[in-house]
């Protein structure tokens, strides 16, 4: 089975492409210990089975708010095989943001470019190709409302999940003098092995940095947690 979550900003068409790519074939329930609503569903592709995660809607990956440590926990800890952005197409840039987070945390990334009617109707010009090419990742467009897409999104899934399709490996850069400060953080990380096979050790640094509590905790048991204070006091 080929496990799907989809994320996106709020009121991007989220909902609706989860429908469509479900249909009927839906469980609702809570994530576990929280209030917030969790939806799951299943489809049928070309004869292989997907498992669809709905993630809560979210412009970041940040833990300062719930949604936001839901959807940024689901991916690193579950590892689901593709995570489909589903992106504004009438609003990129603060769309995009959370597409270089998703890059960021090294995840299998197929983005939706949603509203593609709306594009068109706008006169809004997008080379998607080009947008593809810049991002590393496949990008389908889609309007969620009629359904326009969805098979091309299911496709560009597939071959996600089977490794098909060439990507480039984008990095969103800091600054030098931040840049030298991860590096001097992720060397350290990728000394314990363990810690750095189940996350991405650059995301780590970069999070260590923010003083992210969430991920800190995760790191503190780490033999080489006293070397990492000392290089991030400097």
Request: proline letters at 4%.
């Amino acid at each position: 089975m080929i496990r799907v979550a989809l994320i996106g900003n709020p009121n991007v068409g989220k909902t609706e492409l989860f429908n469509r790519l479900t249909g009927l074939r839906q469980h609702v329930g809570n994530w576990p210990g929280v209030t917030v609503e969790k939806k799951t569903g299943k489809c049928i592709y070309k004869g292989e089975e997907m498992e669809i995660v709905d993630l809560p809607g979210t412009y970041s990956l940040t833990a300062h708010a719930i949604d936001e440590l839901i959807a940024r926990d689901y991916i690193v800890e579950e590892k689901p095989d593709v995570v489909v952005d589903i992106v504004d197409g009438t609003n990129l840039e603060r769309n995009l943001y959370l597409t270089l987070l998703l890059l960021e945390l090294e995840a299998n990334v197929v983005v939706a470019l949603n509203q593609w009617d709306m594009v068109n109707e706008r006169g809004i010009e997008i080379d998607v190709n080009k947008l593809s090419e810049l991002l590393g990742v496949p990008v389908v467009p889609t309007v969620a409302t009629t359904g326009e897409g969805v098979e091309a999104l299911k496709e560009a899934v597939l071959n996600a999940a089977e490794g098909r399709e060439k990507r480039r490996k984008v990095v969103m850069g800091y600054g030098e003098d931040v840049e030298a400060l991860i590096k001097k953080v992720e060397a350290v990380i990728v000394k314990d092995t363990s810690l750095s096979s189940k996350y991405p050790p650059r995301w780590l640094a970069i999070k260590l940095l923010e003083r992210d509590e969430e991920v800190t905790k995760r790191v503190e048991d780490s033999p080489f947690w006293d070397e990492m204070r000392e290089v991030l006091k400097r």
